[in-house]
């Protein structure tokens, strides 16, 4: 089992930037999947971005052109760069691993990110 620490968040303008980071305990070159989702007050968690293993990335549409995904695999770290923040995106952002076999997936604690109109 790894341990995940999100970091960066934290309150922001509308119109401006964060960089998020997800620490990983192990090494990161092991996991198939990569990802951040978030969580906004009332909603349910909604995948932000995903890192497939071949280097493959998936954006939510309210994430393109806005936020990218990358990972330092020497680092045991994984980023989110957001830029052209809106108050829409505020919501708790947690960063998600997963290994298809054998079968395991796993959660950060989260880092909230609250933009100001």
């Known amino acids: 089992q790894v341990q995940l620490v999100e970091s960066g968040g934290g309150l922001v303008q509308a119109g401006g930037s964060l960089t998020l980071s997800c620490a990983v305990s192990?090494?990161?070159?092991?996991?198939?999947?990569m990802a951040w989702y978030r969580q906004a007050p009332g909603k349910q968690r909604e995948l932000v971005a995903r890192?497939?293993?071949?280097?493959?990335?998936n954006y939510a549409d309210s994430a393109k052109g806005r936020f990218t995904i990358s990972r330092d695999n020497a680092n045991n770290t994984m980023y989110l760069q957001m830029n052209s923040l809106e108050p829409e995106d505020t919501a708790v952002y947690y960063c998600?691993?997963?290994?298809?076999?054998?079968?395991?997936?796993?959660w950060g604690q989260g880092t909230q990110v609250t933009v100001s109109s």
């Open positions: 890192l497939i293993r071949g280097g493959t990335t």
């Open positions: 998600y691993v997963n290994v298809m076999r054998p079968p395991y997936s796993d």
């Open positions: 192990g090494s990161i070159s092991s996991f198939d999947v």
